[in-house]
């Protein structure tokens, strides 16, 4: 359902394309590592996904499980809770791995938070932590990198600043872009492994950058 949603909102409130270097579906069983941005990035990413023909499961903080209506939606779809600063916090890396054991699709992001800067510039894709690498070393799943590019042109700033965002949105419709990499396997040492993933989804990354028009506008120096 949370696919569905965000395929139906998604284009209201951008132009979303998508690219891939694969032709298809994201094959079953695989994790999708992406870049995050925005709050707003996970509804692009979904939305790009279930126009592939794939429907993932979610690992996302736990704390948007309280939040009323999409708790009951992320219960719905199985999707994966992440107590991040706690000893519950590995618990959701076994559960991963049990989705991709039967099949599902896995989508992480591989920074485990957003960046910092509050313009609506788009910036590559900050450190790794060590999550996508382990959830690879455990399953043995093949990572497809995933770049998004846009999003914070949905939302991005202040509080006051992301509502205004989504509101205006529609009138705006900022252009939105997803790109798939091609599928790599991960090797057994988790530090190069996070090295090797953050490569791969930086590399996804810069090619939605070239491929959103308008992009070169946002970068520094640039007016």
């Not at 992320?74 to 999707?79: I, S, T, V």
């Not at 959701?92 to 099949?103: K, N, S």
């Amino acid at each position: 359902m949370l696919s569905r949603i965000a395929s139906a909102l998604v284009p209201v409130l951008g132009r979303l394309s998508v690219s891939s270097e694969a032709a298809g579906p994201v094959a079953p069983g695989s994790i999708v590592a992406a870049n995050h941005s925005s709050l707003a990035d996970p509804g692009v990413v979904l939305a790009a996904l279930h126009r592939l023909g794939t429907e993932p499961v979610v690992m996302a903080t736990a704390g948007l499980w309280r939040v009323p209506v999409l708790g009951r939606v992320l219960r719905g779809g199985g999707h994966i809770p992440v107590h991040r600063g706690t000893a519950r916090a590995a618990a959701a890396l076994d559960l991963a791995a049990e989705a991709l054991a039967d099949g599902r699709v896995v989508l992480i992001y591989g920074e485990g938070g957003l960046p910092k800067h509050r313009d609506p510039r788009d910036a590559e894709p900050g450190a790794f932590r060590t999550g996508v690498a382990r959830l690879a070393a455990a399953s043995g799943a093949p990572v497809v990198p995933l770049g998004q590019c846009g999003a914070r042109r949905l939302s991005s700033g202040s509080t006051a600043k992301q509502l205004a965002g989504f509101a205006t949105a529609p009138l705006r419709r900022p252009a939105l872009h997803v790109h798939l990499g091609t599928p790599l396997h991960l090797g057994g040492d988790i530090a190069e492994a996070t090295a090797a993933a953050h490569r791969a989804v930086t590399a996804a990354w810069r090619t939605a950058e070239q491929r959103l028009p308008g992009a070169a506008d946002d970068r520094p120096g640039r007016r």
